[in-house]
């Protein structure tokens, strides 16, 4: 099988997200799609503690302690950035104003519900932040994931069976062997990476996959 | 004349009693009031419920109030961070209780309670392990679970420069969940870096009107005796 990197998934996301839109990364992997977006688009990055205009992390010794990102990392503010409180960032989630959240995911199901914030054999307590909200507001929800856990089992199911972090939300899965799109069909693979076929990504996916379009 | 300054930080916390429920602004490293909660801390009441976006870091803020056995119960959407040692041993303790809410749940809650309105139907959580038991309504089709306000005794509020009527701006993104906490409880006490004149401040610029808060303490005057 052909897999793609981190770096590489990030790169792929990256490409699909249009000039103009605002744009919620979520921790962890999504958080680099960032660093491939093209310099010719713009893209206002939104942080749930109530940034919109996230710039890059600041030179050394001029962070700032108040201004962190969603992942309490040091940010800067882009110039037509500006601040607001919780109860709004996440008016601007909830009331579907961001264009794209970009999420990992632990399961996605073939309706598109998403678990991503706990498992059944959690060793540490619960924790969510504000995956739900963003899970239920984006207009369009972007999963980044590994196609198979470590031991190579599907984590794209005919339903997921850790506890969800929203009903029928995924809009679209990039995983290291293919795109997915969540339809009212069923997912659909519309893009296989390198010399992967969908048998062989199908041999690795517990949902029913529909064949790309055009082949 | 309304003169809302108080001299020390020991002295804007000093009636917090034994039991009491308490919302502390903050998200991450960003606008906590670290003197206010070291202050709480110093003044040993115990029993408290902690109402909070993070359960704390290290050996400050709320981990500081989790470590000395000082936290009955927790409010909080992500308690669990790199560092969050002290809650997630009280918690494997079964010392501390936790209420998990989505983050933007959370800051409706407490809006909602310093608003006056009495419940809110949000999609945020439907389907979900942390909607059991709630109240649930599909409308147009999409299903909403019943949130209700969530208020406290006493908040604890960080800004970055008040008046002596208690109006705050506050810097960059360490506003988070401070204005929500300041409207939802009858006592709002404010920690911020400076206090000026009344008139000092651009009246365009402040976030929380000084009518929600009820004592500010400047963190120039103010010294924490150990």
Redo the contacts between chains.
């Keep these: 099988m052909f897999r793609l990197s981190s770096e590489d998934m990030a790169r792929r996301v990256a490409e699909d997200i249009p000039d103009g839109s605002y744009v919620n990364l979520g921790i962890g992997m999504p958080t680099r799609v960032a660093n491939f977006v093209a310099d010719d688009k713009q893209v206002i990055y939104h ?5 919109l205009g996230v710039g890059p992390a600041p030179k050394p010794g001029e962070e ?5 990102n969603a992942g ?1 990392q040091y940010v800067t ?1 882009l110039p037509g950035g500006c ?5 709004e ?3 601007m ?2 009331g579907g104003h961001l264009d794209i959240a970009v999420l990992g995911a632990f399961q996605v199901a073939e309706n598109g519900d998403l678990a991503n914030w ?1 498992t059944n054999e959690d060793r ?10 963003l899970a ?2 984006a207009k369009k929800l972007f999963v980044i994931m590994r196609h198979t856990t470590r031991e190579n089992e599907p984590k794209i199911l005919q339903r997921c069976t850790f ?5 029928g939300v995924v809009s679209r899965i990039f995983t290291d062997l293919s795109v997915l799109d969540v339809t009212p069909e069923g997912l659909r693979v519309i893009e296989l990476f390198g010399s992967n076929t969908f048998e062989e990504v199908q041999s690795l996916t517990e949902a029913r996959l529909l064949p790309p379009l055009n082949s | 004349m309304i003169d809302k300054r108080v001299a020390s930080l020991r002295e804007a916390v000093m009636d917090i009693p034994h039991g009491a429920s308490v919302m502390i602004g903050g998200f991450g490293s960003s606008g906590i009031p670290l003197g206010l909660i070291e202050a709480l801390r110093q003044q040993r009441a115990g029993d408290l419920t902690i109402i909070s976006n993070n359960a704390g870091v290290g050996e400050e803020g709320i981990a500081s109030l989790l470590r000395d056995g000082l936290v009955r119960k927790i409010v909080c959407s992500f308690p669990r961070s790199a560092g969050s040692i002290w809650f997630e041993k009280r918690f494997e303790e079964g010392a501390v209780e936790l209420e998990l809410v989505p983050q933007g749940t959370l800051s409706e809650r407490i809006r909602i309670a310093g608003a006056g309105i009495g419940g809110f139907l949000t999609p945020t959580g439907y389907g979900t392990k942390l909607a059991e038991g709630k109240e649930t309504r599909v409308i147009d089709g999409k299903g909403y679970v019943l949130e209700m306000p969530l208020n406290a005794d006493f908040a604890l509020i960080k800004a970055e420069a008040s008046d002596p009527w208690g109006n705050l701006v506050y810097d960059t993104a360490g506003r988070n969940f401070n204005p929500m906490m300041a409207m939802a409880a009858p006592l709002s006490i404010a920690e911020v870096k400076h206090i000026g004149q009344l008139g000092e401040l651009d009246p365009e610029r402040i976030v929380t009107p000084g009518i929600f808060i009820d004592r500010v303490v400047s963190q120039e005057t103010i010294h924490v005796p150990t």
């Design positions: 942080s749930e503690n109530g940034i700032n302690t108040n201004l962190i309490k503010l601040y607001f409180d919780n109860a960032s996440f008016a989630m909830r706990a540490f307590p619960p924790a969510v932040g504000g995956a739900m909200d239920v507001g506890p969800l972090t929203g009903m």
